[in-house]
């Protein structure tokens, strides 16, 4: 990246965002099926037969929560009445727009506090300082572009390991077995510590994970509260330090039974009450449990047996108490060893994912201002 880029600043121009994009209106979907995305505020909604944009189109979440959301795409689409689609004008580049886009946060220029708007004559009249130079745009976004589709690699990577994990976890313990056991011969469930809510605050020494932080597959243990060092010191560090490869579950509210892995880390991370950490109580048995509370089965069972009329929530005893096929020492081995290395490679790809987005989000800001130029 050194040889790429250098500290000279350079004369960009400003212009109105209108003088540089075509701004258009999305269309109510159609209701035909078919292989065309249909695109929202949220990103890719459905799919049809028609398409009322071609080739390089950028996508503006329009309304609501997920105003201002930017999207990018190469091929036919269908853009939605809840989006608005961007064109270059001449002498700019779609990619290049893209991320420049990206980094205005049209969300926070969105009009009206209770329900947001982006508009096209809000979006005409926004001024921007941006390069009208063409070469500059397209080594900006291939810069950028390469750092994404790095990530995209990785984490289509993740998800054919994770594959391959839950086809051998069927072929162990599904097929041909009997569920009459606990999955409490495999692990012991973790609750979190009650930690005050005075105690937490914007930095601080130790990050804390809530339920919010856990998506299926996914932990994110960037975007936390904190605690400081005097609030962690005398808490029993076995069972409420997070480390890395560790599996966590929710179990209350709307992300119950959501379960994720813990990315490498070194940082100091704490466990948050109505967390679940799996605590093996035989080799191999938190790889299972999380494959088999992650399954159909496992999630049919949390839906089924979590209680509570204004938040459902599920206890520790009830997520061990999910029949599973009986403890086999021979069986639970062999599993472990064939899938060690796919998860050995999952958590080394989650760092590398974090490294990547973190390089690309530092970038972004610097490229789009011309704080940063690039050799042309």
Request: charge should be negative; glycine fraction near 8%.
């Amino acid at each position: 990246m050194s040889d790429t880029l250098s500290l000279s600043k350079g004369e960009w121009k400003e212009y109105k965002l209108g003088d540089v994009i075509e701004f258009g209106n999305g269309r109510v979907r159609p209701k035909s099926s078919g292989n065309i995305p249909v695109y929202g505020g949220n990103g890719i909604l459905d799919f049809c037969n028609e398409s009322n944009y071609e080739s390089e189109t950028i996508i503006i979440g329009r309304v609501g929560a997920y105003c201002g959301s930017i999207y990018y795409e190469n091929k036919p689409i269908w853009v939605s009445d809840n989006a608005l689609a961007a064109k270059p004008k001449e002498n700019f580049q779609a990619k290049f727009l893209f991320y420049f886009l990206k980094n205005l946060g049209l969300n926070k220029l969105a009009e009206g506090s209770s329900h947001p708007l982006v508009t096209q004559t809000l979006l005409n009249s926004i001024a921007v300082f941006i390069t009208d130079n063409f070469d500059e745009q397209r080594a900006i976004a291939s810069i950028l572009s390469s750092l994404d589709d790095k990530i995209d690699l990785l984490h289509r990577q993740n998800k054919t390991l994770e594959q391959l994990a839950e086809t051998l976890f069927r072929q162990w313990f599904v097929e041909g077995s009997k569920w009459d056991g606990k999955l409490s011969e495999y692990i012991k469930v973790q609750g979190g510590f009650a930690f005050k809510s005075q105690d937490f605050k914007e930095n601080g020494f130790a990050g804390v994970i809530k339920i919010t932080n856990i998506s299926m597959g996914f932990v994110d243990i960037i975007k936390t509260q904190f605690v400081d060092e005097e609030v962690v010191k005398d808490i029993d560090e076995d069972k409420f330090r997070i480390k890395s490869g560790d599996f966590l579950i929710a179990m209350t509210g709307a992300e119950i039974g959501k379960i994720g892995i813990v990315e490498k880390t070194e940082k100091q991370i704490w466990l948050n009450q109505r967390v679940g950490k799996l605590m093996e109580k035989v080799p191999w048995g938190n790889y299972i449990s999380y494959l088999a509370l992650k399954s159909r089965q496992g999630q049919d069972y949390i839906t089924n047996t979590c209680s509570g009329s204004a938040q459902e929530n599920i206890s520790s005893s009830s997520i061990e108490g999910m029949d599973f096929t009986p403890y086999s020492e021979e069986k639970t081995n062999n599993f472990g060893i064939e899938c060690k290395s796919l998860f050995d490679k999952i958590i080394f790809n989650m760092e590398q994912i974090k490294t990547l987005s973190h390089l690309r989000d530092t970038l972004l800001p610097k490229l789009m201002s011309g704080e940063i130029r690039v050799r042309v």
